[in-house]
């Protein structure tokens, strides 16, 4: 005979809560009658009365009532739009208190998806930075209007409603302004605005990029069509209004889609690209290139992998999801050879360019998938002594994890940037790997986000 369930919790019942930790979401997590209860801005250590606000079968989620013991570590957030916006989820705890919470949802993962002594591995503290605010060096800004104001912002969290975000705080201050200028001066011209639900208008989405090392921005207008009424006026006003301005841009995307560039991208006035600058390596970036939101941590997280990679100058080392070849060519100089790969065309054409422009002669870059160009090269005598993976949230793909357990390098440098699937792929990986360290990276300070590098090496007799 079946035992009766524990009395589940009742949609928009009230009940007391205490924090034990905060999920990968950021949002504080605590346990009722033996069930999860997720709560948005509640932080470990608080005890607070909660009302249910989803019932799933495995967990519920709520929404806080009060807080009866609150956290030491709780501020208020500098963001007057926070609560609405979701972009950020932490801006509410300290934040030498988020580098702790970051470094316990990694423990957190590999308790829970791997079979490791997870209390004996090296994992480090995490590296945050010194001024956690204004860092993004890139913005799209979705635009709107409302009576006959144009508004640009972010859709609210599980809303359809555009939050017009004036100042975003984790913006750089130059894409900022350039977001609020060129609000502006499409209000002024009277530019016709898209408007999702009658499919009408023409200017969709703002995007501004700064170089943060040289200052130059980009301003990239996404359209409906290739047809930009008062297109002229627009570029002066622009030139006029941002002086930094070296290359403004117009992508085409009349698709009803929530991807934010179509295929079309025209120059308009200008370069095609903005310069940026990471150590001794300059980038070319252009609209759609894609590159790392946070370039003073990139340094940091890219010195952290040259550190793990410890190279001597003779490895072969495979960057394995090389994108335009940031972090091969940030290991070229101590290593005997890099070879890339990457499934879209026109990163591996940057990877060569930029290869080329810093004189690199031991690299070599071509398209496909990291699980079916490997072996290839393997067949024809060349196997790497380390691999360098830096996956996209899904982490790594199996056939990859099958491809690296047969070529069996000495050492596995792993990027992630999802604490999630990096346990799974490290609890396939221990078959033949050992974990020597974990090294976060705060990349993303007030978001929940973590990133983080490990360092895998071979285990002996394999």
């Not at 009395?7 to 979401?25: A, D, E, M, S, V």
């Not at 100089?333 to 065309?345: L, N, S, T």
């Not at 793909?397 to 990096?422: A, F, G, M, R």
Request: aromatic share 6%; hydrophobic share 35%; glycine share 6%.
């Amino acid at each position: 005979m079946k035992t009766e369930q524990s009395i589940k919790i009742q949609l928009k019942q009230t009940f007391p809560l205490t924090i034990k930790r905060l999920g990968i979401n950021g949002e504080g997590v605590g346990y009722f009658k033996k069930q999860v209860v997720f709560v948005p801005g509640a932080l470990p250590g608080e005890e607070v009365v909660v009302e249910a606000t989803k019932i799933n079968p495995k967990f519920a989620e709520a929404k806080i009532k009060k807080i009866r013991i609150q956290s030491p570590h709780r501020v208020q957030a500098p963001c007057p739009v926070y609560e609405q916006c979701g972009g950020c989820q932490l801006q509410h705890l300290q934040y030498g208190q988020q580098l702790k919470e970051k470094r316990d949802i990694i423990i957190q993962s590999l308790e829970r998806h791997t079979k490791l002594a997870v209390n004996k591995l090296d994992i480090r503290e995490t590296i945050g930075m010194e001024n956690p605010w204004g860092y993004r060096n890139k913005s799209s800004f979705q635009v709107a209007q409302k009576n006959g104001k144009v508004l640009a912002g972010l859709y609210g969290m599980n809303s359809h409603q555009l939050i017009d975000i004036e100042h975003c705080a984790v913006q750089h201050s130059q894409t900022n302004e350039a977001v609020t200028k060129v609000k502006s001066i499409l209000e002024d011209l009277q530019i016709p605005i898209y408007n999702e639900k009658t499919g009408k208008g023409i200017v969709r989405t703002i995007v501004a990029r700064v170089g943060v090392e040289t200052g130059e921005l980009q301003v990239v207008l996404i359209t409906t069509q290739n047809e930009l009424p008062k297109k002229d006026l627009i570029i002066e006003e622009i030139q006029k209004r941002l002086p930094k301005v070296k290359s403004i841009v117009q992508n085409i995307n009349g698709e009803k889609t929530s991807l934010i560039f179509g295929e079309e991208t025209l120059a308009l006035a200008g370069e095609e690209f903005i310069q940026e600058t990471l150590g001794d390596l300059q980038f070319e970036l252009s609209a759609r290139t894609f590159f790392q939101l946070n370039p003073i941590q990139t340094v940091k997280l890219y010195d952290e992998v040259k550190k793990a990679a410890a190279l001597t100058g003779k490895e072969k080392i495979v960057d394995a999801y090389c994108g335009v070849g940031t972090i091969g060519l940030w290991l070229a100089d101590q290593a005997a050879e890099v070879r890339g790969m990457d499934v879209i065309p026109e990163s591996i054409d940057d990877a060569k360019k930029n290869a080329k422009r810093h004189g690199f002669t031991n690299t070599k870059y071509v398209p496909g998938k990291a699980e079916e160009v490997l072996p290839k090269w393997v067949k024809k005598g060349w196997k790497p002594d380390v691999i360098v993976v830096d996956p996209p949230r899904t982490g790594l793909d199996n056939q990859l994890l099958q491809t690296i357990l047969q070529v069996k390098p000495e050492k596995l440098i792993y990027v992630s940037c999802n604490p999630s699937t990096l346990a799974k792929d490290i609890q396939t990986l221990s078959a033949k790997y050992d974990v020597k360290f974990i090294q976060p990276v705060d990349m993303f300070p007030h978001t929940a986000h973590v990133e983080c590098i490990s360092q895998l090496i071979l285990k002996e007799g394999n």
